[in-house]
């Protein structure tokens, strides 16, 4: 059984540049829920995605898109991008639904900068 | 964004001593997590509590939730130079979004 893995690792982006990240949620999970850290904070919500629908967002502007496919995997786009969105991109799986408490097992991030 | 008001932010402590940290909020949570999360990595999950006043171990770890369902707290034992990082609390009602607070640094004198 595989974890939750992300792609890239890291990322340096221009300020105005357009960004997608990649998650694969681990084995046997239908639900994927991205979160965004800035440094020296916890991390923020996002949205989350249940079987290929968006079931929840966070505070976040509509520049911040995501995906999820038949095989639960998820992205995270994010447009016009501005120097506040530097941070670390977290997607977390887990197990049942929208209605349920189901633990989230977090992957290891992709960092990213703009410049 | 609203986050859990998670204390202390930092603490420096010598090898075996014991450590204690909580977490409250305004609003209930139908669950308690805590995560560990070490530099450039992904938090990592150390326990889960899903019932009021539960009381729950993880080897020389212990957490509990309170029993007005606004606040937890992780206590641990015999500290030792692998459990620096940073600790994390979380809140989780139905429907899967969690809400983190800022985290409590933790880190051990050898």
């Known amino acids: 059984e595989t974890g939750v893995t992300q792609s890239p690792t890291h990322l340096i982006k221009t300020r105005g540049q357009q960004v997608t990240l990649r998650c694969s949620s681990q084995s046997g999970h239908n639900t994927v829920s991205w979160y965004q850290q800035a440094l020296g904070q916890g991390p923020q919500f996002i949205f989350q995605?249940?079987?290929?629908?968006?079931?929840g967002r966070g505070n976040f502007p509509p520049r911040f898109s995501g995906l999820q496919f038949p095989n639960y995997s998820s992205e995270l786009n994010v447009n016009a991008l501005e120097l506040d969105d530097s941070a670390l991109y977290l997607c977390?799986?887990?197990?049942?639904?929208?209605?349920?408490?189901?633990?989230?097992?977090f992957g290891p991030g992709t960092r990213l900068t703009v410049l | 964004g609203q986050q859990l008001n998670q204390s202390p932010q930092s603490m420096f402590i010598q090898e075996g001593e014991d450590v204690s940290m909580n977490c409250t909020s305004s609003s209930i949570f139908n669950t308690w997590l805590w995560y560990k999360q070490d530099p450039g990595e992904g938090p990592v999950l150390l326990i889960a509590l899903y019932k009021a006043g539960e009381l729950t171990s993880n080897g020389r770890l212990t957490a509990q939730f309170g029993i007005t369902r606004k606040d937890s707290f992780l206590n641990i034992s015999a500290s030792i130079p692998s459990d620096v990082g940073i600790y994390f609390c979380a809140g989780q009602r139905y429907g899967n979004k969690l809400v983190f607070g800022a985290g409590t640094i933790l880190r051990v004198k050898s």
């Open positions: 995605y249940y079987r290929e629908e968006e079931n």
């Open positions: 977390a799986s887990s197990d049942g639904g929208t209605t349920s408490t189901d633990t989230q097992y």
